[in-house]
């Protein structure tokens, strides 16, 4: 019912930033929520930044006060934008959402049905 197509992404010196964007298309009138997710070779899929069906923003920790969501006024775009960027947040980044508007354990992979196709982030000096 979500079909989710990434931009953005790239190589960047530590401290620098990036933006990367999510096109959604939803056949569906739900206000559904959309998430940004990344992994990292030989670890999980990491939750970092979601907005549920209500405009709640929920952020992990390990990316607070650096990346902010910015979601368009008809839910079809979903903006993450990363500032002082780190070796660390180095991975593929992928564009998740959900028909839920409330999503249980929202940085939790296996809650998020629909993916888009993933963009690589490089922090390298």
């Known amino acids: 019912l979500i079909d989710l197509v990434q931009s953005g992404g790239g190589s960047v010196q530590p401290g620098g930033s990036l933006t990367l964007s999510c096109q959604a298309s939803a056949r569906t009138r739900n206000h559904y929520s959309m998430a940004w997710f990344r992994q990292s070779p030989g670890r999980d899929r990491e939750g970092i930044a979601l907005?549920?069906?209500?405009?709640?923003?929920i952020y992990a920790d390990s990316v607070r006060d650096r990346f902010t969501l910015f979601q368009d006024n008809a839910r079809t775009n979903l903006t993450l934008q990363m500032t002082n960027l780190k070796p660390d947040d180095s991975a593929m980044y992928y564009c998740?959402?959900?028909?839920?508007?409330?999503?249980?354990?929202?940085?939790?992979?296996?809650?998020?049905?629909?993916w888009g196709q993933g963009v690589q982030v490089t922090v390298s000096s």
């Open positions: 998740a959402a959900s028909l839920w508007s409330s999503v249980p354990n929202p940085l939790e992979a296996r809650e998020w049905a629909y």
């Open positions: 907005i549920d069906g209500g405009r709640n923003l």
